[in-house]
Structure formats: C-alpha cells, structure tokens
C-alpha cells in the first residue's frame, strides 16, 4: 500500500515532474541546456503531482485551449497531457487519484469538455472519456500514384525556411481554423515542443505551404526518411507527412499533389489522417492509396454534460431522452432531452442510458447509437429511438483533431 498525496505542483517541481514524466515515457531526462528551453513550456499551473513525502510519483498536466465541436461552434477544453505515474508505483491508484483531482477541477472552473490522446486505449475509459476521434495511418505508393485530371489545381507549393516555419506556420494554422470537429486550437506553448523543435534551425523536418486565390491557405511538415542502403541504392525515400493542414479540399489536395511530385520518393506515409480524407479518389488508382491501420485518435469527456449537449447542433429527428452515469462527477447523472433544437435537462422517462464516456464516443459524431447499442455500450429502452438519435449526432463530416499533444 502507498501513502501518498496528490495536490497541485509548485513552481519548484517543475523540473522533476517533468523528470518523471520522461522516465514513465521511457525517453531519457533531458540536459540542463535542454530544460533551458523548453521548461517553459511546462509551467507549473494546471498540474496534479502525486506525492510521498516531497518525492513525486505521478504527474497529470492539462493545457486550456477551444474545441471545434458538431454545428461549427468552438467551446473551451481542457487538453489532458503528461500523465504518468513512476515504475515503481504504479496499479496502486495513483492515476485514479489523480484523475480525479483533476477532473473535480475542471468542473468547479466550468470547463464543459476534457480531451486527450491516449498512450493505451485501456487507460482512459474509466474516466469518463470515449474514443471520440479515429485517425488513419495512409501509405501511397510512388511513383505510380498520380492525381486524377479532374482534381482542382490552382496555386503555388513554396518551401519555408527554418526560420520562416517557425515564424508562419502559428497564424496559418489559425487563419484555417478549427473547420472540422475535434479539432483543437494550439496555444502558444504548444509550438516550441511540437513544431518548433522539429522545423526550426536544428530540426529535421521540412515545411511547405500552399497559396490560393486568398494568400497562404495550407501547409504541410513531413520528414524524408532514407531508404537507400548498398543492397537497394536506388530504393527512394519516404516522406514521413508529421502536420498537414489546408483551409479547403483544393489547398489539401494541392498539398497532396506537391507530395507525390517530390522526386527520388517510393512512398509518402501519414499517421492520424481524418477516416475521410478522400485520397483515393483523388489518385487515378485507388490502389496507391494504401490504408494501413485505423486508431483512436481523440478521447473525449463531458466535464458539464448539460452545456456538452447544448454547445453541438442536432440534425432533424425526433427527440430522445438519454439517461447518463457519471460515477467520478455524478452531478452529472441525470435525464437529457435532445433534439433538433437543443439539448436540456429533462425528468421525462429515458428512451437510451448510456455511460459518461459512451456520451463521449457519441458526441463528436464517429460513432452511432446503432453501433454503441449493439456493443452493449447503450441501453435501449425505447427501440426507435436509436434510429433518431442516431439521425441526431449524425455529422456530416468525421471528427479529426489532427493536433498532436
Ligand atoms: C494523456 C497521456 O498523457 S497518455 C500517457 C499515459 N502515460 C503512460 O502511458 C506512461 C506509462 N504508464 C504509466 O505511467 C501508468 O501505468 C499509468 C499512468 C498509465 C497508470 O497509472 P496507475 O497509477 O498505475 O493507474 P491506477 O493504479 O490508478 O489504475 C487504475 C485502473 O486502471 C488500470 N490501468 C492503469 N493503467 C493501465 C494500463 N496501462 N493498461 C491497463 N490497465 C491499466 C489499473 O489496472 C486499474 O484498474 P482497476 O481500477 O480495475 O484496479
């Protein structure tokens, strides 16, 4: 059994929480020179440390930042990140203790939705949050893999200098916008550790954006990884596709087409594509446009459900009353009406009863009733109400956070 506390960490732990945190990640503690700068970028607000005696053990961190959700509007999130608990320590209860502190905080702030990206899938669910978000990784193969005629090709692809990336990319990403739900905004502590490290005058990835009839409207950061070895000296790189974003089809398309143009490259390779991303009817053979796995990208968890539900739009179907259970923030567990209209509070009798983090897999639009009720995950006790909720949480498009944290 462990003694420990969990509270919030001060200015001074800074440095060994951040210690922790690498060592649970299994990446090396990093030098004085390092810390030097990037400490900056793990300020002591917004984390929990659990603690024995003045000796951390675990750590959970969260950043503010806004969430696009389904009908176009952009709610404040809590960014859930750096978790982690010390070898020695853990299946004890430090996370949950954690977790929970945590989770109290963002409620008694009025935070209405937690994110995060999960190291494994298993951890999270008893939270309160739900695989929201699926990602594709994509693979196409070069040099057969062309665009078809018909794809708009309008614009100029130019590459960034170090310096430039490190400069333009932060307002580019924010002239985009958040167009997809999930997607999130970046804080300005986000840039040094995800982008700029890897862009700037010491990284190793390269930066190009595209210009349409408006200006600068897409960019992409992929690194070239070698292929060539004396056995196959002509097989040709890979481009590693790390951020690619465009304010509309034609800017990612052209993002696209300028991929598959660079030469001496057998493949381009993307992590964390949104499920719908068209890419195979914008090549001449669906074939080049490989799919090699699907994950969970976004973790979502109603912090407020009430505000949750009433922040999305609804498509037009019947009303449903859903029953959810929150056993970490039980004021929470209640009857909500939903329908085309809004979401509220209700007393009346429940058609569905589902989990917190079931509402959380329902809500960003990728998954349905219908495929939540036939894995047990919600119960029916009113039969056509699937099919309206399912019309309901309906979007059109798929939910993509495409923001590594
Ligand atoms: C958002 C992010 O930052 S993702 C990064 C998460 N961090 C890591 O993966 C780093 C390496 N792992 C760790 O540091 C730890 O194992 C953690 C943080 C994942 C879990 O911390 P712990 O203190 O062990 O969790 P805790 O003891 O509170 O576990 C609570 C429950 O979750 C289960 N659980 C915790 N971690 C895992 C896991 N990795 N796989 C399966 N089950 C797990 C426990 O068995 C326990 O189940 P129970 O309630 O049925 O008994």
Known sequence: MTDFDVRPITDDERRSTFDLLRRALHVPRVTGEVWARVGESWPAARKFGAFEGGTPIGIVSSFDTELAVPGGRVVPAAAVEGVGVRADRTRRGVLSAMMAAQLAEFAARGVPLAVLHASEPTIYGRFGYGSAALGKTVRVTRPAARLHERVPAAGEVRMLTPEEAVREI???YRRIGLHRPGMIARPPRWWPISHDRHVGPDGDHLVAVHSGPDGDDGFVVYATISHRSPESPDRGAVLDVHDLHGADPAARAALWRFLLSVDLVSAVHARHRPVDEPLAVLLTDH????????????WLRPVDVAAALAARTYRAAGPVVVA???????ANTGHYEVGPDGARRTDAAADLALDVDALGMLYLGQWTATALAEAGRLEVRDAGAVARADELF?????????THF
Do not use: Y
């Not at 074939?287 to 976004?298: N, P, S, Y």
């Not at 309906?394 to 495409?402: E, F, H, K, L, Q």
């Open 394 to 402: 309906t979007t059109v498009t798929a939910p993509w956070c495409g």
């Open 170 to 172: 932060p307002a580019l």
């Open 287 to 298: 074939r080049h446009a490989g799919t090699l796995a699907v994950e969970d990208d976004l």
């Open 324 to 330: 959810v259970t929150d056993r970490l923030l039980p």
